[in-house]
């Protein structure tokens, strides 16, 4: 029995003893032990929770999270440069607006003389001033023409020899405005006014008389407004700007210096203007207003008689706007019509907005 047991449990080799031996005591073919299930070892839990990743299941979960940071890269990039555009896009925006607003106060005043409409005095004694623009006319007869309100030169710059230096103006027109500003402001050079009429001078020198009331000095203002370079410090001069040259008096600075005697001092306006177009209107025979380019009227900024600008009535005006910074896979091939200008097309990489106004003259 024993002898038949051992023979018989030969075929039962990978199930348990107790297997083997009911298998022998029933007579079980050992080929198909029928009703036995096979034994298989159990692992404990805590050989199932030591049990760790493959290196595939690794290598694909390390795929994965690489892609997904990957993603969220890419989103954080492409987030990032949209910012960068978006702010640089405000701020061409907000340089266009400023340089607009700017220019309509200032038209809007250009002409006032005080109390008085009349034509003014001729000055009692000449008036000199360091670096006065002067296209060929005679010492201090520039700052002293106070009753030519508004000028302007069409793409050309007549003061290359004294107050604007060709190589400090880039393109466009040039535009000069004149007027006087509140009698409490600083200045060396005033214009006496009363309703009946008004007179230009300078401090230090006595007050001219002039008759009628009320009676102020007002402090004479004068722009000469032009495109450059930015170039102020703290600027990018590659950058170009809304620049002027400004008549400044004692009291004031100029960039920084203390001003103590007349002068003409050049200042940036605000940067980011790359062009600047202005036309002037003036009524024709129907009294409809009829818009001429600065070369169109006859005159000169010097002229103290009366001329075709004294007919001004509006001012129109076009300033183009330009981003600092080129925009990285952004390519402008935009014509910009502007003025006489048929296109100006810059094709490059920077973005640019063009403002339009017009601007009806008060004085």
């Known amino acids: 029995m024993k002898i038949r047991r051992q023979i018989f449990c030969s075929g039962f080799a990978a199930y348990s003893p107790s297997v083997c031996r009911y298998a022998a005591h029933n007579n079980l073919p050992s080929e198909h032990p029928q009703g036995v299930r096979r034994w298989v070892p159990r692992r404990s839990a805590t050989t199932l929770s030591q049990r760790g990743f493959s290196l595939i299941e690794m290598m694909i979960s390390i795929t994965i ?5 990957a993603a969220l890269v890419g989103v954080l990039a492409s987030n990032s440069r949209s910012s960068k555009t978006n702010d640089r896009t405000t701020d061409l ?16 005043h250009a002409g006032y003389r005080g109390y008085t409409w009349a034509d003014p005095n ?9 670096n006065e623009c002067l296209d060929g006319g005679a010492a201090s007869t520039f700052v002293q023409n106070i009753r030519q309100g508004i000028w302007g030169a069409n793409d050309t710059n007549p003061y290359t020899a004294n107050c604007l230096p060709a190589a400090n103006r880039l393109r466009g ?20 006014s009363t309703y009946a009429v008004g007179e230009i001078f300078a401090s230090g020198v006595g007050n001219p008389t002039v008759t009628g009331a009320p009676l102020d000095n007002f402090p004479v203002q004068e722009y000469v407004y032009y495109i450059g370079n930015g170039g102020d410090a703290g600027t990018d001069t590659t950058v ?5 040259v400004t008549l400044k008096g004692n009291g004031e600075n100029c960039n920084g210096v203390a001003v103590t005697a ?32 600065a070369n169109g ?18 001012v129109r005006i076009w300033l183009l706007a330009r981003s600092p910074r080129i925009e990285n896979g952004y390519s402008n091939t935009n014509s910009y019509v502007m ?25």
């Open 173 to 192: 027109d040039v535009l000069v405005i004149r007027r006087v500003g509140a009698p409490t402001a600083p200045g060396t050079i005033y214009f006496r």
């Open 297 to 314: 009227i006859a005159g000169t900024s010097t002229d103290s008689s009366p001329s075709a600008w004294d007919d001004v009535n509006s």
């Open 240 to 244: 170009p700007a809304l620049r002027r």
């Open 65 to 69: 999270g690489l892609m997904i940071v």
């Open 122 to 130: 001729t000055p009692t004694t000449a008036i000199a001033v360091t």
């Open 339 to 363: 003025g006489d200008l048929p296109s100006y097309t810059p094709n490059d990489s920077f973005s640019r907005q063009l403002f339009i106004a017009v601007i009806q003259l008060r004085n």
């Open 93 to 108: 925006q907000s340089n266009g607006r400023y340089a607009l607003d700017h220019l309509k106060r200032e038209l809007r």
């Open 262 to 293: 007349a002068l003409m001092c050049d200042e940036m306006v605000v940067s980011g203007i790359e062009h600047m177009q202005v036309q002037y209107g003036r009524l024709d025979t129907a009294l409809h207003t009829q818009y001429y380019n």
